[in-house]
């Protein structure tokens, strides 16, 4: 079972939806979606990078070998905008840009004292010049002067088969997955621009937006010493599930002594989902099964077929991003599915 690394939100057919960004599995991405940082600019050019870095990578000027990740990112906006006009309707279309107005994101407009989301790009060349741009905050700002500083790296194969991906995929259940990839476009399994430092070095531990520099392959940023650890692996101690490998969770029990990395529990259909007590595994239901709560008792019940009422993606037999309608609450949504052309 992933563990949630933080929350953000899209709206989508005029309605606001949590978002819940886990691992490298599941329904919900990672995509990128922390709280407002508050600052804007206008959406005509593309975003350069600061040329240095901050923190442990002060000083490092851009490396002119950074134009291939901006090249990227005109190439993957454009991708992007052709398949936003092919496949969604006018609330998807608008609801894709929600994502862009959250840090590092600044997609935003003045009025009067306030900035307020800016509303969505009417035309393709306008999609392209924001998508751009809006990327280039994460990739080239934040992330472009730590791949000169050798804290990342850039995958150009990667970036191609992402770019790929979304010229190639047919409106319908395959869209969201693209436009969503966490290979392609994830805060911490992202693929095309990798983490890279190796245990024991200088990392940084993210603001929120990234979640630091170490391969995360291999362990994760010590929040004290600024150093790459390995992750905790099942039955050693933690203080928090973020210590723990992929797919464990920190059991705590008496909160004075350290807890332990433990794989969850599967319960059967039928079976209570409510772990037991604090220090035991946590608990999931089997494939198919969802932990249904009743308001008394929480149970392992089996997954809603498309129709069925839902309160989370998670809840749905056909599980993904967005499956369980935020308009209906149903099962069986299909964003950006191609359902009618967009018009603005």
């Given at each position: 079972?992933?563990k949630?690394f933080?929350v953000g939100?899209l709206i ?8 819940a960004?886990?691992g490298?599995?599941?329904a ?6 922390a ?17 240095k870095?901050?923190?442990p ?10 134009l291939?990740i901006?090249?990227w990112?005109?190439e993957?906006a454009?991708a992007i905008c ?17 994502r862009y ?5 600044d997609?935003?407009?003045q009025k009067g004292?306030e ?6 790009p ?6 392209e010049?924001?998508?751009a741009?809006?990327?280039?905050l994460?990739n080239?700002?934040k992330?472009?002067?730590t ?6 790296s850039f ?9 790929a ?7 319908g259940?395959?869209t969201?997955k693209v436009?969503?990839?966490?290979a ?6 992202n693929?095309?621009?990798?983490k ?10 993210g603001?929120?937006?990234?979640y630091?520099t ?6 994760r940023?010590?929040?004290q010493?600024?150093l790459?650890k390995?992750?905790a ?8 599930s973020?210590?723990?490998?992929p797919d464990?969770d920190c059991?705590i ?9 433990k794989s ?9 989902c409510?772990?037991a007590?604090d220090g ?12 249904r709560d ?11 077929e ?7 993606d ?5 599980e ?8 209906t ?6 964003f950006?599915?191609?359902?009618k052309p967009?018009t603005q």
């Open positions: 079972m992933p949630t933080f939100s989508a057919v005029g309605v606001v939806v949590s978002v960004a886990c490298s599995s599941g919900t991405p990672d995509v990128l979606g709280p407002d940082s508050g600052k804007g600019s206008d959406t005509s050019t593309l975003a350069q990078p600061k040329g870095a901050s923190g990578d002060a000083g490092v000027e851009l490396d002119p070998a950074l291939p901006a090249q990112n005109k993957i454009q052709g398949k936003l006009t092919e496949c969604c309707d006018t609330n998807d279309y608008r609801g894709y840009f929600q107005r959250r840090s590092p994101y997609f935003s407009v004292t900035r307020v989301p800016a509303p969505a009417k035309t393709a060349a306008e999609c010049s924001v998508v741009r809006q990327l280039g994460l080239l700002e992330w472009g002067v791949v000169a500083a050798k804290r990342m995958d150009a194969p990667r970036a191609a088969a992402c770019t991906a979304v010229k190639g995929v047919a409106c259940t395959d969201v436009l969503y990839d966490n392609c476009f994830g805060s911490r399994y693929e095309v621009l990798k890279v430092s190796p245990v024991g070095s200088v990392c940084e531990t603001d929120g937006t990234y630091g170490c391969d995360i392959t291999l362990g940023c010590g929040y010493d600024h790459c390995p992750w692996h099942e039955g050693e101690s933690c203080s928090l973020a210590f723990c490998a464990l059991a029990g008496d909160i004075s002594k350290p807890g332990v990395c969850p529990v599967v319960r059967a259909l039928g079976e209570d409510t772990k007590a035991d595994a946590p608990v999931a239901c089997g494939d198919s099964f969802y932990c009743d308001g008394t008792r929480r149970t392992c019940a089996r997954k809603a498309d129709g069925a009422a839902c309160t989370d998670s809840d749905c037999l056909t993904r991003f967005l499956s369980c309608s935020p308009l609450r149903t099962c069986g949504y299909t950006c599915g191609g359902r967009v």
